[in-house]
């Protein structure tokens, strides 16, 4: 800015001009107004809304607690601490043996064998159920408390196995007793009891509810 004196009257008169060095631009044409075509309003309308999520007052106090239901507690205790009942029949308690030993180790998945009934919750038929052992494994079954389950492992104790033509063997131990788990083979190796004892796992948390 540039200031002019002129001593006239003895008034001070300002006159601005501008700069010689300074110019101005002309204004920039304004866009036409342009209508969104459908496939950007539908662009606008599948953007995801972002909102915060409210949290429980109990969250805001004890962050670190986690809510479950209790039934789901109580399933995730049963099946990591199943108690197998130890009994053998016949040769496939050769292989449930073996599958406790420390190749194997059952104790891992919290599969503790135990000596007694009244403190187990599962039981291995492994091996031929004649007629004459069924009222016994039928007893052993009864005395055991609830909840518990059946494994019936190896060929004989599903449907007889070799033996089904005999009359004296029991065509199935589930024509006394309820079995969960099928465990097929004659005799089953050891991973495939493993297996048996993961999907009776498997069924016990889906049967949480009832």
Request: with cysteine; net charge neutral.
């Amino acid at each position: 800015m540039e200031q002019v004196n002129v001593r006239d009257r003895s008034e001070t008169i300002e006159v601005t001009r501008p700069a010689p060095d300074t110019v101005e631009a002309p204004a920039a044409p304004t866009a036409p107004h342009r209508e969104k075509t459908g496939v950007e309003r539908e662009l606008e309308r599948l953007q995801p809304s972002t909102y915060e999520r409210p949290e429980s007052l109990y969250r805001q106090l004890l962050p670190g607690i986690l809510q479950v239901p209790a039934d789901t507690v109580l399933a995730v205790s049963r099946k990591s601490s199943l108690w197998p009942l130890t009994f053998g029949l016949a040769c496939c308690a050769i292989e449930m043996i073996a599958t406790y030993m420390s190749h194997h180790d059952l104790d891992r998945f919290g599969i503790v064998p135990w000596p007694s009934p009244r403190q187990s919750d599962v039981m291995i038929v492994s091996g031929t159920v004649t007629k004459k052992m069924a009222p016994a494994v039928k007893l052993l079954y009864e005395q055991m408390p609830n909840p518990k389950w059946v494994i019936s492992m190896g060929a004989c104790a599903t449907n007889g196995g070799p033996y089904t033509r005999y009359d004296r063997v029991l065509q199935g131990v589930d024509k006394i007793i309820p079995v969960d788990v099928y465990v097929p083979g004659c005799p089953p190796r050891p991973e495939a009891l493993m297996d048996g004892f993961l999907a009776l796992q498997h069924k016990i948390m889906e049967e949480r509810h009832k």
